[in-house]
């Protein structure tokens, strides 16, 4: 699975990244659905070992295209977990307040607290993504961010964070037959904005603007992984592998009882 992290430095050519990809699992999508199983198993005493050390804390990104499977995902992957140590942001068009200030003010309070997971459903990428494709802002100011974006997970990962960040990377037939099926079934229409198919047709402009940020901030501290996403569970499977690999690797232990407990002092 490490396959898929963007190394640091590295070029990406996000052609290069096939959207229906499988390699790393049997390709049998009830296998990777076991497998997700077992791993959720394995995140649910992780998580809590997390919160009860209260030492480390963790960001996960989510972005990706309309329809990729950024709600999917968090509901899938986050399922057996205890809702009192997990925490989702979600980062819609900014408020006048929050466009009022820099790009990482709105940012900087979502971010998990110590023994914490946080998910950011859309993120301070979007701050490169939609803004440039839709010229919101000058190109020297979009451009600058990408040293800026890593400057600010640089001390975030610094104070006890790990970040994990995930483009959730959808073909554009996929997407074609996603959108159309929220338009065919009425339980899916609440999912539709008119903004959806106009999107669409900045498809082109959209891949430029995720592989250029992609390359530029995926970085030794904070790196990116590429996530196909045309097959669902995939997707699931690949980031909640990721995510618990990375809380194993804090090889994290139960908190020993405080002193003043021990001994006759006890219950
Ligand atoms: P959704 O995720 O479907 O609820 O849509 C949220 C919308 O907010 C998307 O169209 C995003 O592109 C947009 N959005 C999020 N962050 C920003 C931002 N910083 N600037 C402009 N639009 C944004
Ligand atoms: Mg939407």
Redesign the pocket.
């Given at each position: 699975m490490k396959n898929y992290q963007v190394r640091p430095g590295s070029k990406v050519d996000l052609r290069e990244w096939k959207t229906d990809d499988t390699s790393g699992s049997d390709g049998k999508k009830q296998h990777g659905n076991d497998r997700l199983a077992q791993l959720r198993d394995e995140l649910e005493p992780l998580q809590e070992l997390l919160y009860a050390g209260r030492e480390h804390s963790v960001l996960v990104v989510l972005q990706g295209m309309?329809s990729a499977g950024?709600d999917g995902t968090i509901r899938r992957v986050f399922e057996g977990v205890n809702p009192q140590g997990v925490r989702v942001a979600?980062?819609?068009?900014?408020t006048a307040l929050e466009a009022s200030h820099d790009?990482l003010w709105r940012i900087h309070p979502q971010l998990p607290a110590k023994g914490e997971i946080v998910i950011f459903?859309?993120s301070?990428y979007?701050?490169v993504?939609?803004?440039r494709v839709?010229r919101?802002v000058p190109e020297a100011v979009w451009h600058r961010r990408f040293r800026e974006i890593n400057e600010f997970e640089q001390m975030v990962v610094a104070s006890g964070t790990i970040i994990l960040k995930f483009f959730l990377h959808l073909g554009e037939e996929e997407q074609k037959l996603r959108l159309k099926a929220r338009l065919d079934d009425r339980t899916k229409h609440w999912?539709f904005?008119a903004?959806d198919a106009q999107?669409r047709k900045l498809w082109p402009k959209y891949m430029r603007a995720y592989q250029e940020a992609v390359e530029q901030t995926s970085t030794a501290w904070a790196p990116w992984y590429i996530v196909p996403s045309d097959r669902k569970w995939f997707r699931d499977l690949l980031v909640c592998t990721v995510l618990v690999d990375a809380l194993k690797s804090l090889r994290m232990k139960y908190p020993p009882l405080p002193l003043e407990f021990k001994g006759e002092r006890g219950v």
């Open positions: 309309d950024k979600q980062f819609r068009v900014p790009f459903n859309r301070h979007e701050d993504l939609v803004t839709h919101l999912k904005s903004g999107e």
